[in-house]
């Protein structure tokens, strides 16, 4: 129970005795309420409507075992409702609401629509930036460096530090040596075309684990995948546009 109608039992009155309210909150019921009083509230909807009906929310409750709605007695008694059967009653109650109501919940969509498609927009952007690393030749000026052979010699028990060395040509280790006043660690300072490279080196060097290729060859093969990655999108102007 999230909402208390505290004040103008006599509205809760008409409210309740209403038809419509009476389907809508036994639909309500139907959903939230597997011990609900089908047979109870078919006899209530066909007696709704007449002149002589009456009904309280006491009664709704006990007749049909309904979850929605409370009735509490004393200092700090009143009837109290679900917010779903609350927002029912306020709508029923004041047309200003139900129109504030169906503003805000035009907005609200309207808000998610916009961020629907500035995700798509991205995903559409990022799907030209892959297209473009596997299209695009290099020619010359190659980034990053290649590997010594002594690197490719070394075994890296960590497997983000071969990944690191690939493409930074560093360790994480060695990095915050020669950065000690710098916060944060190696990726925290990378480019955003670092960042799409390495989480495609990432991918690749899991596919190599699979096959059963050691260390040492998987760190000349990603250094060469992050050689040509970084020169495409360094030719590329699509990532400046996210900037």
Request: overall charge positive; aromatic content about 10%; glycine content about 6%.
């Amino acid at each position: 129970m999230t909402a208390s109608f505290r004040e103008g039992s006599g509205l809760i009155g008409k409210w309740v005795t209403n038809k419509n309210t009476l389907e809508y909150i036994g639909v309500w019921e139907k959903i939230n309420n597997p011990n609900f009083n089908y047979p109870e509230f078919g006899v209530i909807t066909q007696e709704a409507g007449v002149n002589r009906f009456i009904m309280s929310v006491g009664q709704w409750v006990s007749r049909t075992k309904a979850v929605g709605m409370l009735v509490k007695a004393g200092r700090y008694g009143g009837t109290y409702a679900h917010k779903d059967i609350a927002f029912h009653f306020a709508m029923w109650l004041s047309p200003e609401f139900q129109i504030y109501l169906v503003n805000e919940f035009q907005r609200l969509k309207e808000d998610e629509n916009n961020r629907l498609k500035l995700e798509w927009n991205l995903q559409r952007t990022l799907a030209k930036v892959n297209y473009h690393i596997h299209t695009d030749a290099i020619k010359e000026n190659l980034v990053p460096k290649e590997i010594t052979k002594q690197q490719a010699s070394i075994l890296y028990a960590n497997e983000a530090d071969l990944l690191n060395v690939a493409l930074f040509g560093i360790t994480a280790n060695e990095w915050r040596e020669a950065n000690p006043k710098q916060k944060g660690n190696i990726r925290d300072h990378a480019s955003l075309e670092q960042l799409v490279v390495l989480s495609n080196m990432e991918s690749i060097n899991a596919l190599l684990i699979r096959k059963g290729i050691m260390q040492e060859e998987r760190l000349i093969e990603l250094n060469k995948v992050a050689i040509t990655q970084m020169k495409s999108l360094l030719q590329n102007n699509t990532l400046k546009k996210l900037k």
